[in-house]
């Protein structure tokens, strides 16, 4: 029988309690460790440090937020 994960945390700009894919959220490295971000804050840091500087976005991954086989753990 196998499962599915969520992993939660906080987001690391705003501290909102989110739960997601450890492999596929986005992430800044505080410390050398990654720290998840919530869509929004991810958001606002893809239209501040790419798009704002003309780049294109950083893509985000569909499945960012949602569960994972307890497998691909």
Sequence with gaps: MSGYVFMVGGCVACGRVISFNPHKVPSIRVNGEREPLCRGCFEAWNN??????GLDPVPLA??????IPEEAL
Aim: aromatic share 8%; charged share 25%; no cysteine.
């Design 48 to 53: 501040i440090h790419r798009i704002g500087l």
């Design 62 to 67: 569909t499945d960012a937020y949602e569960p």
